[in-house]
């Protein structure tokens, strides 16, 4: 099946490793046909290869490997194979639907059992020497135009390789191999150069005058220091005199050479020792391939690349860095203020109003406004200090040696005063007003989670307070009764599992079948009534309590799981976890130790991350991803198209499930921005193979809407509320009799998650 989520760096790498690994090789053409089809079957992630010698009219299939083993030493005639359309194109051909294409000998296919394939001429020099097929036999994940493109890439490479293979064949034996080599010595499609002990040209074929530029007769007598780049003559020098000093018999470099006429030529040179009837050395055969075009295509990748990790790093809209690199900076800046014994300060700063402009004026107009916010921000900052787009309408600073509020003041000044002329946004003027909160290293933490957390707070203490901004009170903060007894409390309620999960189901929009629910935590506290996950999942963050919260929630879902098994209700069952969850090494071990106690089947649990959650620390979050996908368990990002995420990011993940945010889901009917939001976020699902699920469909009109848009599962009010487990079972067994349609249940004034 062909690797969707290798990019092209990854391709790039295993075709540089392909060419090292065939150069060193045997010459055997059978060993090296063998290894080109391994290495290509590897490279494509395609389920099958072979490596076909063009004997005049007919094909003799060399090597293959994988699902194309049965057809290894089978002759067949060219003009009945595809081969013959790649030939004509002299370009690799891609197939996408074998089944169903007049050009396949179909006899063959189903022998192979292929679906898709790729077939690529093997060229020396102008002559068609053979041909290389890669094929798939999945129907879901064909062989595609990236593959296509590889091989063409790819193709340099192989043709050299067969070639060489067939040219060190052809030099086998004695007096006839002397001809038969300066037949291809002369034919060769890559230079080959014999050089003295001296390093100077003695022979030089057609191959390497036309790629230098010089004639043979120019070449003769002419050390090969004349012509390479200097940047690379030095290690050449040193490889060249451990070759004829017998300290090595062959060596391989990539180097510059510089044509007639001053144009730089990239080689790959492979040096081979010549022996004397004394076994010393005398000669050196040099084997010069321009790849050329090949580091031109590598240097385009890896400008891709560059340009693929600045979107993971920078906002989209703004082009500021995001929270990612906004994190990664304050690590960074951590560092630094350790060694120097500086002070530093990090701001989060939110746009009040900012949702009226967006519903009176749209998306458009919003979009306007915070590019403008942030050119406006950078503009009044230091060139050292960062602004950053953190998602919506919050902007993160990061000032480095900024010692304390004193130093700190003066640039909040200016931030205000950037954003107290009006921004004009289609014409209209908007007065915009902001809500500021301030952390300082090392006084207010020294992690950048922790400082990120407590400007947060403060931030949210300016707008309770109706401030433009405000420091971090950590004293306050800190020692606040309300938040310690509340802290205490939860402590206790784990202990004494007084926490409840309510469920909300998840069911098909074509049928109305639920196979799954969400487990939602609700404290019914015995004097302050219900309080609901986001007054206290905060504080059980901050004090550590959230690894055993986490545990106590996966543990009541698998118990409830299991009672429903032993009523014979089948429902897998999710949870939602937290950014301190996917930092703990640990929790993955905890999770398998909970299945096995309740000899759950880990495919009926399934754990719900958020996008900005994964974003906190990449590698470590993919890792602890990875632990839990290995033991079974399905994965799903909720409030999916929020968290400003690369999608390279995302398609490097074990993920299984894709949830639209409810604020895509639930206008819909009347937004069309939403409309099409959904309907890509469902596209794209579709063509990654990840299930998806539409949260807050709360009306029959985007329920419809939903199913004709080929979403496949849906979740919210309009199916049913969060209930306890008793009354959910009781709704379901409704459903199954069929006294029950699909209906809304009541609902509660406030949603909560």
């Avoid at 091989?151 to 060190?168: D, G, K, Q, R, Y």
Wanted: hydrophobic share 40%.
């Amino acid at each position: 099946m062909p690797d969707e989520n290798q990019d092209p760096a990854e391709r790039l790498s295993l075709i540089v490793e392909t060419q090292r690994e065939i150069a060193a090789a045997e010459v055997d053409l059978k060993v090296v046909s063998g290894l080109v089809a391994e290495r290509s079957q590897a490279i494509t992630g395609a389920d099958g290869a072979m490596v076909n010698r063009l004997e005049g009219d007919v094909l003799h299939t060399l090597a293959a490997t994988g699902i194309a083993a049965p057809a290894v030493d089978a002759r067949r005639p060219l003009s009945g194979s595809i081969a013959r359309f790649a030939i004509e194109d002299g370009q690799p051909l891609l197939i996408q639907d074998t089944v169903n294409d007049p050009r396949i000998d179909q006899e063959l296919r189903a022998k192979v059992g292929d679906r898709s394939l790729i077939c690529v001429p093997l060229l020396r020099g102008g002559e068609v020497i053979g041909t290389l097929n890669v094929m798939s036999s999945s129907e879901q994940h064909r062989l595609g135009e990236d593959d296509r493109r590889t091989m063409e890439m790819l193709s340099v490479v192989l043709s050299a390789a067969i070639s060489h293979a067939e040219e060190f064949e052809a030099r086998r034996g004695q007096a006839e191999a002397f001809a038969r080599f300066r037949t291809l010595f002369e034919g060769a499609s890559i230079g080959i150069l014999r050089l003295d002990r001296d390093g100077c040209a003695v022979d030089a074929n057609p191959a390497l005058e036309q790629m230098l530029g010089y004639s043979a007769a120019e070449l003769a007598r002419t050390s090969f220091r004349e012509y390479m780049h200097a940047e690379d003559l030095r290690r050449a020098e040193t490889l060249f005199r451990d070759l004829m000093g017998g300290r090595r018999e062959s060596f391989q470099l990539e180097a510059r050479f510089v044509r007639n006429g001053g144009e730089l030529v990239w080689a790959h040179v492979r040096e081979v020792l010549e022996r004397d009837e004394d076994g010393q050395p005398a000669f050196a055969m040099a084997m010069i391939e321009n790849i050329t075009k090949r580091k031109q295509a590598e240097s385009g990748l890896i400008r891709q690349a560059q340009l693929n990790e600045y979107q993971a790093l920078h906002d989209p809209l703004t082009g500021l860095p995001n929270r990612l690199l906004f994190t990664e900076r304050i690590e960074h800046t951590i560092a630094h203020a350790k060694r120097a014994g500086d002070g530093f300060a990090v701001l989060l700063m939110d746009l009040d109003r900012f949702k009226e402009v967006n519903d009176s004026l749209g998306h458009q107009a919003g979009d306007e406004l915070l590019k403008q916010v942030g050119e406006r921000l950078r503009a009044a900052l230091r060139g050292s200090d960062t602004v950053a787009r953190l998602g919506g309408d919050e902007f993160g600073l990061l000032l480095p040696q900024q010692r304390g509020p004193s130093d700190v003041q003066p640039v909040i000044a200016r931030i205000l005063a950037a954003l107290e002329e009006p921004i004009t946004v289609h014409e209209l003027p908007l007065a915009m007003e902001s809500s500021i909160g301030i952390a300082l290293f090392p006084g207010h933490g020294d992690v950048a989670e922790v400082l990120i957390q407590r400007a947060d707070v403060a931030m949210y203490n300016a707008k309770r307070e109706s401030a433009s901004f405000c420091f971090y009170d950590a004293d306050q903060n800190e020692y606040d009764p309300v938040r310690l007894t509340l802290v205490a409390e939860l402590r206790r309620a784990i202990e004494a599992h007084e926490l409840a999960l309510h469920y909300q189901p998840k069911a098909r929009l074509d049928d109305g079948r639920v196979r799954s629910v969400e487990g939602l935590l609700r404290w019914r506290h015995p004097s302050r009534g219900m309080i609901y996950p986001d007054s206290f999942i905060p504080v059980a963050q901050e004090t550590g309590l959230i690894r055993p919260l986490t545990l106590y929630v996966v543990e009541e879902a698998l118990r409830q799981c299991r009672g429903w098994l032993d009523d014979g209700i089948k429902l897998s069952v999710s949870v939602n976890l937290s950014m301190r969850n996917l930092l703990d090494r640990e929790f993955p071990r905890h999770v398998a130790r909970l299945l096995e106690r309740w000899q759950i089947d880990s495919a009926l649990l399934e754990l719900e991350v958020t996008e900005s959650t994964m974003l906190a620390n990449p590698t470590r979050t993919k890792a602890v991803l990875e632990e839990l996908s290995a033991l079974g368990i399905r994965l799903s990002i909720d409030d999916f198209g929020t968290g400003y995420s690369s999608l390279a990011y995302l398609r490097q993940l074990p993920i299984d499930e894709i949830k639209i945010d409810r604020s895509f889901v639930m206008n819909m009917c009347d937004v069309s921005d939403d409309a099409v939001i959904v309907q890509a976020t469902i596209d794209l699902g579709r063509n990654l193979g990840l299930d998806v699920v539409a949260e807050g469909v709360e009306t029959q009109a985007v329920w419809e809407k939903l199913r004709g848009l080929g979403c496949k599962l849906a979740q919210g009010y309009y199916l049913s509320r969060p209930v306890p487990a008793e009354q959910l079972s009781e709704w379901l067994g409704a459903r199954r009799d069929g006294t029950r349609r699909v209906s809304p249940a009541a609902r509660p004034a406030r949603r909560v998650a």
